[in-house]
């Protein structure tokens, strides 16, 4: 049964970037058809998916996160991670990564001085 564990600091300065790691267990990321997204909820908001990268290693990100936003893989580790630049307080939310029902238990990060 695949488990989901995200990792990362909880907080970032205004303009540094932004990285969260998520550690996969009971399978492989390169499992076929298996999507690895990542998704965060802003306070009193509701859930935004930020982007996924599949078992083909091929990434999709949100068009309104593209310039920012990147999603790697590393298969020795069976990790993927998500970096984020130029963060900003409208940033600040509970990051979850998922791969379809199964989630992680989120963490919080803060952008904040």
């Not at 909880?10 to 969260?20: N, Y």
Request: hydrophobic letters at 30%; charged letters at 10%.
């Amino acid at each position: 049964q695949v488990q989901l564990q995200e990792s990362g600091p909880g907080l970032v300065k205004p303009s540094q970037t932004l990285s969260l790691t998520c550690t996969v267990s009971g399978g492989p990321i390169t499992t076929n058809y298996y999507y690895w997204t990542w998704i965060r909820q802003p306070p009193g908001k509701g859930l935004e998916w930020i982007g996924h990268i599949p078992y083909t290693g091929v990434t999709h990100i949100n068009p309104s996160l593209r310039s920012r936003a990147s999603i790697s893989r590393d298969t020795a580790k069976n990790q993927f991670t998500l970096q984020l630049s130029s963060v900003s307080p409208e940033d600040t939310a509970v990051y979850y990564c998922t791969m379809g029902s199964v989630w992680g238990q989120g963490t919080q990060v803060t952008v904040s001085s």
